[in-house]
């Protein structure tokens, strides 16, 4: 909510409206119950969380593997893709950005950055793939 208090009140008196009802309410639930409040030319803005949720279904990884410590082919281009999003579609750091990702330093997510950026400028199915994610996390988010 990023209007005037009133919208902000309004806003908390619905979810605890809600709340009575649903005593469990979820990120998503919140998103649905509260999406007329967003205006409509504002963008919406993207969380890591959506990021690595969509980059690991679209991988076909769990969250905990793309968060883990494991160095296989197969969880870290992902992560590394995951990285690179985060960076590009968010106003994160790079400290805060390896934070969420397991506790990275912010040179290894550096490193992911370059990695992507360079390999997705001679790999035209990486490429192809990185504009369906951000297709996807921009429309789910």
Same mark, same amino acid.
């Given at each position: 909510?990023?209007?005037?208090? =009133?919208?902000?009140?309004?806003? @908390?008196?619905?979810?605890? @409206? =809600?709340?009575? @009802? ?30 690595? *949720?969509?980059?690991? *279904? ?42 969420? @990702?397991?506790? *990275? ?8 950055? *370059? ?18 994610? =951000? ?7």
């Amino acid at each position: 909510v990023t209007g005037s208090g =009133r919208e902000l009140e309004g806003a @908390f008196n619905q979810l605890l @409206f =809600r709340q009575s @009802f649903e005593p469990q309410i979820t990120i998503d639930r919140i998103d649905e119950i509260l999406g007329h409040i967003y205006r409509s030319g504002e963008p919406k803005r993207v969380r890591i969380e959506d990021i690595q *949720r969509i980059v690991a *279904r679209h991988y076909n990884v769990s969250k905990t593997e793309l968060l883990s410590n494991r160095r296989t082919r197969t969880i870290v281009k992902p992560r590394q893709v995951a990285m690179y999003l985060s960076k590009v579609m968010t106003p994160r750091s790079l400290p805060e950005i390896g934070r969420r @990702f397991g506790g *990275r330093d912010h040179t290894t997510v550096l490193h992911a950055v *370059r990695k992507i950026e360079d390999l997705s400028g001679v790999d035209n199915t990486l490429a192809q793939e990185l504009e369906l994610l =951000r297709r996807l996390i921009n429309d789910q988010a």
